[in-house]
């Protein structure tokens, strides 16, 4: 919402002059934040943890999942980049690659590029191709005596190259997954809040009878200030809480991560900055368009906005 809007500077300040407690102590602020944000996803994703960082929310979204399932393995997509702690590191293509490598519990999946990947445009049916990659996956791991927690997915892949994914692959490959007993974990810590324009969420994209397990959200929703949140069922988080080793998290939704919160929410809302957003992108997308249409070098026009205020990306046109 930009830097230091006065609006969450003076949530934060009015905020901070009242009090500011760990997580132990309940405050209006954390249930009033959880309930904006329920508004803003599926009425299936109602339970809500508190972090200070988008990285804390994928390990925890990890250990929802393996709770709930019981399974140790994990799918990423190639490329993929979900955070810096050791675990997600070893789901982190991006970077084991160039440290210690894939471990046995992690399996990879071709990104489902149709403009670079293993099936393209002219393909006649993409989108089952690239969810029967994952089915492969599956049974192989299976052959192998390993069971699938979840399928670990970046709702648009954005280290990976600002891939869009062919609407309907995320419906296909979960329904995969669901069946090996395992869940889907959509990442929108760069990706989410608005930031598509058409929708509040990426993982909206694919279609309104899409719906992950688990949302991980960080950056954008505290904007600037350390706020993340993961949003779950009640199944996986009851499952999480019979362990009877409940989740804390010291500052995670104290009273003034969650007032700024909540700030960013209403300027969201009062500046009508997704409308933007869909705005601004099409602006762009038209004039660079019309950039590919006089210049073959430029193969592809696809546009994020991830941790700038916007990024865009031409690829050449050699395939």
Same mark, same amino acid.
């Given at each position: ?122 393909? %006649?049916?993409?989108?089952? $191709?690239? !969810?029967? @990659? =994952?089915? *492969? ?5 299976? #052959? ?125 809302? %009062?500046?009508?900055?997704? $409308?933007? !957003?869909? @705005? =601004?992108? *099409? ?5 660079? #368009? ?30």
């Amino acid at each position: 919402v930009g830097h230091c809007h006065p609006d969450v500077v003076k949530a934060a300040h009015e905020q901070n002059q009242l009090l500011n407690t760990n997580s132990r102590y309940l405050h209006d602020n954390l249930v009033d934040y959880a309930e904006r944000l329920s508004k803003t996803l599926p009425e299936k994703l109602c339970i809500f943890y508190f972090l200070n960082s988008g990285s804390e929310a994928n390990d925890l979204a990890l250990r929802l999942a393996r709770q709930y399932t019981k399974h140790t393995d994990v799918i990423v997509l190639d490329h993929a980049y979900h955070g810096h702690l050791t675990s997600l590191i070893d789901i982190s293509p991006y970077k084991f690659r160039n440290l210690e490598g894939q471990k046995e519990w992690v399996h990879v999946a071709p990104v489902p590029d149709t403009y670079r990947g293993l099936y393209r445009e002219d393909h %006649k049916d993409p989108v089952t $191709a690239y !969810a029967n @990659e =994952v089915k *492969n996956i599956i049974e192989q791991a299976h #052959n192998r005596g390993r069971k699938i927690a979840a399928f670990f997915v970046e709702s648009l892949p954005s280290v990976g190259g600002q891939i869009i994914p062919p609407a309907g692959y995320f419906q296909k490959a979960s329904e995969h997954v669901h069946k090996a007993g395992g869940v889907f974990i959509a990442d929108e810590i760069q990706v989410g809040f608005g930031r598509v324009g058409k929708h509040f969420w990426a993982f909206q994209l694919q279609g309104e009878d899409f719906i992950p397990d688990i949302v991980t959200m960080g950056k954008p929703i505290g904007n600037g200030h350390p706020l993340a949140c993961v949003a779950t069922t009640k199944e996986i988080a009851g499952a999480f809480a019979a362990t009877g080793v409940e989740y804390f998290n010291t500052f995670g939704g104290n009273p003034v991560s969650c007032a700024i919160g909540l700030a960013v929410l209403d300027v969201m809302e %009062k500046e009508h900055l997704q $409308a933007h !957003a869909m @705005e =601004v992108g *099409n602006f762009l997308m038209k004039l660079l #368009n019309e950039q590919k249409i006089k210049h073959p070098i430029i193969g592809d026009v696809r546009y994020q906005c991830p941790i700038y205020i916007f990024s865009c990306f031409l690829f050449g046109s050699v395939k």
